[in-house]
């Protein structure tokens, strides 16, 4: 079956400080990866996505690349902000306009000023 | 952009009561929505695949008497969470992909915290 692995958080950083969080996924075919995040309070929200190998997606600063032969798309971003502080999930689709998505766990980042 | 809006954000309730939660979508049509459980520091599970005029898709392991889903039209989806019990306190979280567009993304609600006492 398709199942998604995160790093465990939480994940604490300071202000403008370099972040990686890291995504390995399994499944068959070629899926489609997404990275939500969820901000205190508020519900999930659509950070990026890649629907092919070696796809990149970003938004925000944030990028992630589909990276077929390590099945994997971690989350980076060059300088994180107070602002970005939330928990963050990465997510497959057997295909694009699949509704069934498969989350990892999520990861918390904490950006401290 | 769409909305997808669920009520209420929080509610607590006694043990043996029923709740009921809505997921709207503000400005577009759903045949479908889809109902999540999020347990802390889990992700989040799919429970349901609510359908306009049909019965829900439960996934295996939901109970489908005690999780009741209405989907009665295509802007309004309700899971009900029948004789609550301490165990059910959750964040559900509801989704649902715009009609009119082709390969919409999922559009998530805010969520709902339940307590259970």
């Known amino acids: 079956g398709n199942s998604v692995t995160q790093m465990e958080g939480p994940v604490t950083l300071s202000e403008e400080a370099f972040l990686t969080i890291n995504c390995t996924y399994t499944?068959?075919?070629?899926?489609?990866l997404f990275w939500y995040v969820q901000y205190p309070g508020e519900g999930l929200q659509l950070l990026l996505k890649?629907?092919?190998?070696?796809d990149k997606g970003s938004n925000k600063g944030f990028e992630a690349t589909y990276r077929k032969e390590t099945t994997s798309f971690h989350l980076e971003k060059g300088s994180v902000q107070v602002s970005d502080s939330a928990v963050y999930f990465c997510a497959l689709t057997p295909n694009n306009a699949g509704n069934m998505l498969t989350f990892g766990g999520g990861t918390r980042l904490m950006v401290k000023p | 952009g769409a909305v997808v809006s669920q009520h209420p954000s929080r509610v607590i309730c006694k043990s043996g009561t029923s709740v009921k939660i809505e997921c709207r979508s503000l400005?577009?049509?759903?045949?479908?929505m889809f109902w999540y459980r999020q347990f802390p520091k889990q992700s989040l599970m799919l429970m349901a695949t609510?359908?306009?005029?049909?019965?829900?898709?439960?996934e295996q392991g939901v109970e489908k008497d005690k999780f009741l889903i209405n989907h009665a039209s295509l802007t309004l989806s309700t899971l009900t969470v029948t004789s609550a019990h301490p165990e059910d306190s959750s964040f559900y979280i509801c989704?649902?992909?715009?009609?009119?567009?082709?390969?919409?993304?999922?559009?998530f609600g805010n969520g709902t915290r339940l307590t259970v006492t």
């Open positions: 609510s359908n306009e005029g049909s019965k829900a898709t439960y």
């Open positions: 989704s649902a992909r715009d009609l009119g567009v082709l390969n919409s993304p999922l559009h």
């Open positions: 890649a629907t092919k190998a070696d």
């Open positions: 499944a068959t075919g070629y899926p489609s």
């Open positions: 400005d577009f049509q759903a045949t479908t």
